[in-house]
């Protein structure tokens, strides 16, 4: 989480809650109680950061092992330091340039960690053709260049915050794959969603370029008014309602715990576990079956 925010605030929850809001809600109650203790003994935020990082390499090193329930167990220690630290350094007045800074580099090295403990174990147990070291590579690739292609864009634009496939999308996927050995279709659904993702803020940026909504311009308030989202292109034109949800679809910037996203998290688990990982050559599980073939069987 970026460091550079604002006290937390806790959501109204009055009005009809999705899915996803209400785990958040749920959880919000005992992450509260931990970065109260940790504001109390004032702990460090970079610590905190820091130590996070660590538990990551340990989770890295059990998928190169192949312990993947344990794996899951140490990203969930791990990105517990990693979403309060951000809210520590808040609630005590902390916030830095620097923190943010750290915080971020200290995301990507995180990142990179998991996905070179996967490319480990695959490399060991390679499949051949359909190696999922390439698989994983791409998906490491992407995943680091949605968050370059947004931080280099907000240096020319107002705003890039479109694309599903964001960095706590793909922790919460990695310890789903963790858990319930789905990790192959994981990495697909982490690789399509992120070159969506890249390409989603690539033709941001190149739009409101063209449009001159560069930064400077913004700040000057001479700026053309924004491009709406429903709008495919800088030309309005008519567009069909079949093909405006196509575009919103991938063209993603619906908020966490709207309906949208909670259509949209029901897609991604309906794919990474009804999917039998057979037909996607999951070397990890290679004689699994889907939900569905398992229903069949019973």
């Not at 312990?67 to 951000?86: E, R």
């Not at 490399?123 to 051949?128: A, D, F, L, R």
């Not at 960095?167 to 697909?188: K, Q, Y």
Request: hydrophobic share 50%; with cysteine.
């Amino acid at each position: 989480m970026a460091r550079l925010c604002i006290r937390t605030v806790t959501p109204d929850y009055t009005e009809a809650m999705t899915f996803t809001g209400f785990i958040g809600f749920v959880f919000n109650f005992p992450l509260r109680a931990i970065i109260w203790t940790c504001v109390k003994l004032r702990i460090s935020p970079n610590l905190l950061t820091l130590t996070g990082v660590l538990i990551n390499v340990v989770a890295a090193w059990e998928l190169a092992h192949g312990h993947f329930m344990s794996a899951g167990w140490w990203m969930v220690g791990a990105n517990l330091f990693d979403y309060i630290d951000g809210k520590v350094a808040s609630e005590r007045d902390r916030v830095t340039e620097f923190g943010a800074f750290f915080d971020s580099v200290m995301d990507r090295f995180s990142d990179i960690t998991l996905f070179i403990g996967l490319i480990a174990i695959y490399n060991e147990v390679g499949t051949g053709h359909k190696d999922y070291v390439l698989t994983t590579s791409m998906a490491m690739m992407f995943a680091i260049m949605t968050s370059y292609t947004r931080a280099r864009a907000e240096s020319l634009i107002e705003k890039c915050k479109v694309g599903f496939m964001e960095r706590p999308e793909r922790i919460v996927l990695f310890m789903i794959g963790a858990f319930t050995n789905r990790m192959a279709a994981v990495m697909w659904v982490i690789l399509v969603l992120s070159v969506i993702s890249v390409f989603d803020r690539i033709f941001l940026t190149w739009r409101d370029l063209k449009v001159g909504r560069n930064l400077e311009a913004v700040k000057a308030g001479t700026a053309p008014p924004p491009i709406p989202v429903t709008q495919p292109g800088s030309v309005k034109r008519a567009v069909t309602l079949p093909v405006r949800i196509l575009w919103r679809g991938i063209f993603w910037t619906y908020e966490r715990a709207s309906w949208q996203y909670d259509v949209m998290v029901m897609l991604i688990l309906a794919f990474v576990w009804l999917t039998p990982p057979g037909w996607l050559s999951d070397p990890m599980a290679p004689h699994g079956l889907g939900f569905l073939q398992w229903l069949a069987r019973r």
